[in-house]
């Protein structure tokens, strides 16, 4: 009996000591491990002005964070690292703070999260003008054929002709927004400016937004129908996971443009591919795709009614500043163990 005693006293100072050596204590200077090499220095310097210690890795891979995680307070990553179970799994028990420097976390398993008590934030409305102006232009440059006349001119096959590369103007058209959360009211009030005919807009319910922008709640299928342009500016979540398939496409006018600026998983691309080569849409423009990097020989590429760019919607340099500083700022919010700014859980 007293040598089971003595072995439970052992196994208690055992599981003591590994608990300090996870660096438990609390009044040292927090550490926070920056997983994005290329986070702005705006958050970064932010952290270290606010008396954090910042551990900066060269690489976003999984297997960097893991040299680090289990040392650190809290975690500053961007996608497309995601953020595994392995991870958190090798976190220590101080780490309970994690900030995305993204409007998107669908790189991040939040059930994960919140089963673990860890908090997370992310940088929403900061982004939407960017992201937004980005759309417009997708959408200005599908429709005016601007990747395919870019081609015309290389391959020496530019013509004087007068019905000679027509596109579909923007003027009296109708555009569909699917999702009409801050990106997408953003969007609406760019396309008003270019005296379009109506907006339409779908998503779980009608918004007191949608009211204030003049804009008309419908269903899925009608916006498809009715659209001149189709905008796609929902997070992607199990139910918007494929939500814009060959049903969809085939329902589209065969004079309408599409946009995609928010996960490429939420188009079904070979669909979206068929549509493009058989003509029955006009053009498409997208700034999301599957996978990201797009192979440098992959089909999408050799379609001229398809604009694309590299996930570059946020991408201008105040954006991606303010971006990293949002961050920051959650980052010692949930340190403070104070409500983030934008929190996610
Ligand atoms: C976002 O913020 O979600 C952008 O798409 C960058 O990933």
């Known amino acids: 009996m007293l040598k089971w005693k003595f072995f439970i006293v052992l196994k208690?100072?055992?599981?003591?000591?590994?608990?300090?050596?996870?660096?438990?204590?609390?009044?040292?200077?927090?550490?926070?491990?920056?997983?994005?090499?290329?986070?702005?220095?705006?958050?970064?310097?932010?952290?270290?002005?606010?008396?954090?210690?910042?551990?900066?890795?060269?690489?976003?891979t999984e297997d960097e964070v893991l040299k680090h995680i289990a040392e650190v307070d809290a975690l500053l990553l961007a996608p497309p690292l995601k953020l595994t179970n392995k991870i958190l799994d090798a976190a220590g028990c101080n780490m309970k703070t994690?900030?995305?420097?993204?409007?998107?976390?669908?790189?991040?398993?939040?059930?994960?999260?919140?089963?673990?008590?860890?908090?997370?934030?992310?940088?929403?409305?900061?982004?939407?003008?960017?992201?937004?102006?980005?759309?417009?232009m997708l959408a200005l440059a599908a429709a005016r054929r601007l990747h395919e006349g870019r081609l015309k001119i290389e391959n020496n096959e530019w013509k004087s002709d007068y019905q000679w590369m027509l596109g579909q103007d923007i003027c009296n058209s109708t555009v569909g927004i699917i999702g009409l959360g801050n990106i997408g009211q953003a969007i609406a009030k760019r396309m008003?400016?270019?005296?379009?005919?109506?907006?339409?807009?779908?998503?779980?319910?009608?918004?007191?937004?949608?009211?204030?922008?003049?804009?008309?709640?419908?269903?899925?299928?009608?916006?498809?129908?009715d659209s001149d342009f189709v905008i796609i500016s929902v997070p992607l979540t199990k139910e918007t996971e494929g939500m814009c398939n060959e049903e969809f496409f085939s329902k589209m006018k065969k004079t309408s443009v599409f946009v995609n600026i928010s996960r490429g998983q939420v188009v079904d691309q070979p669909a979206l591919i068929k549509a493009l080569k058989t003509n029955s849409i006009f053009a498409a423009g997208l700034d999301v795709m599957t996978p990201e990097p797009l192979p440098p020989d992959h089909e999408m590429l050799k379609l001229p009614n398809l604009v694309l760019t590299p996930h570059i919607g946020s991408a201008t340099t105040n954006t991606r500043n303010e971006m990293s500083l949002l961050a920051a700022k959650n980052i010692l919010k949930g340190l403070a163990g104070e409500e983030m700014i934008y929190p996610v859980v």
């Open 12 to 60: 208690f100072v055992a599981i003591v000591r590994m608990a300090s050596a996870k660096n438990c204590s609390t009044n040292k200077p927090p550490k926070v491990l920056i997983a994005e090499p290329s986070t702005p220095r705006s958050g970064i310097s932010y952290l270290k002005e606010h008396g954090c210690q910042v551990i900066e890795l060269e690489k976003a």
């Open 98 to 136: 994690v900030a995305t420097v993204s409007a998107g976390y669908n790189h991040i398993d939040i059930d994960e999260l919140r089963k673990r008590g860890i908090k997370l934030g992310n940088t929403p409305r900061v982004l939407d003008a960017a992201v937004a102006d980005h759309a417009v």
């Open 192 to 225: 008003k400016g270019f005296d379009i005919k109506q907006i339409l807009y779908t998503g779980h319910r009608e918004k007191p937004e949608g009211k204030e922008l003049g804009a008309k709640f419908v269903s899925l299928d009608t916006l498809a129908r």
